[in-house]
């Protein structure tokens, strides 16, 4: 009965990530996406200039970039100085009949990291949300019986959670919710793409995989994940064929998992686990 109603919980969530994979990037994707095409790539050199002058800065901009994002400098703050290129236009055509490319000089210019600013906030993806309960621990527990070692750490570059074969590292002081789902996220690595076939898939694969499995678990104990899960897949290049190709893996991962929570004697607090 508990394995039907892991099943159960498994498909339906499926169906959902799915439609929402084909229906294409949400609203709240797309802005993000529109913003995140707006600054600026610096050269290694201007990032070493930027780490030197102010190691915090998360987002640079400058004057009017930030402007055109609805965010000002607030008076009083220091830019950090960069080498900005300006190309300087040829005169004639180069030998063979072609414009010849433009010759480059340097000046100094300035930009301003995000905390110097303020006005329009800057959109942000959705996150997992939520109570889950003593279902952290139950996962917890699961994942040291597989002989995973969990670790939490102050930072990870790029990253709220790492899985590398037997070991899995998450950043702590995350919301009881995002902790939640990273851990599943991370746990389903660890199920899925430490076997001989790993070479076999590529990261869209098993993003998707790992994403869906989260997505899944996090649905059926309650937590709010909104558009969180498509537009991470997305953004990781994957989609609703990648998501197809997977249903089983990504079943038998999810459900696994859930028979755990249910076997612990938790109950599930999504609504349409009220009956199980």
């Known amino acids: 009965m508990r394995n039907e109603r892991a099943r159960e919980l498994t498909d339906k969530a499926l169906t959902q990530l799915s439609e929402a994979l084909a229906a294409g990037k949400s609203d709240t994707l797309e802005a993000f996406l529109r913003i995140a095409a707006r600054f600026r790539h610096y050269s290694f050199r201007n990032q070493m200039l930027i780490a030197t002058q102010r190691p915090d800065a998360t987002q640079v901009a400058g004057f009017r970039a930030w402007k055109k994002l609805g965010r000002f400098v607030r008076a009083g703050e220091k830019g950090i100085l960069i080498v900005a290129p300006v190309p300087i236009p040829q005169g004639g055509p180069a030998a063979n009949g072609e ?49 995973i070692t969990l670790e939490y ?25 995002r902790e939640f789902e990273v851990l599943v996220h991370e746990l389903a690595h660890e199920m899925l793409h430490r076997d001989a076939d790993r070479a076999t898939r590529s990261h869209a694969v098993c993003e998707t ?22 537009d991470y897949i997305q953004l990781e290049q994957g989609s609703a064929e990648l998501l197809a190709a997977s249903l089983a893996r990504i ?26």
């Open 99 to 147: 414009s010849a490319p433009p010759e480059m000089r340097f000046k100094a210019a300035y930009v301003f990291d995000i905390s110097q600013t303020e006005g329009e906030p800057l959109p942000e993806l959705d996150a997992v949300s939520g109570d889950p309960g003593a279902h952290p621990q139950v996962v917890r527990e699961l994942v040291a019986r597989k002989g």
């Open 153 to 177: 750490v102050d930072d990870l570059p790029g990253a709220l959670g790492t899985s590398s074969g037997g070991r899995i590292r998450i950043v702590r002081d995350l919301t009881p919710g």
């Open 209 to 230: 995989e790992a994403e869906a499995v989260a997505f899944i678990v996090c649905e059926a104990i309650g937590l709010t994940t909104g558009t969180a899960a498509a």
């Open 251 to 276: 079943r038998d991962a999810a459900a696994e998992i859930l028979e755990t929570i249910l076997g612990e004697g938790q109950k599930l607090t999504a609504p349409e686990a009220a009956s199980a």
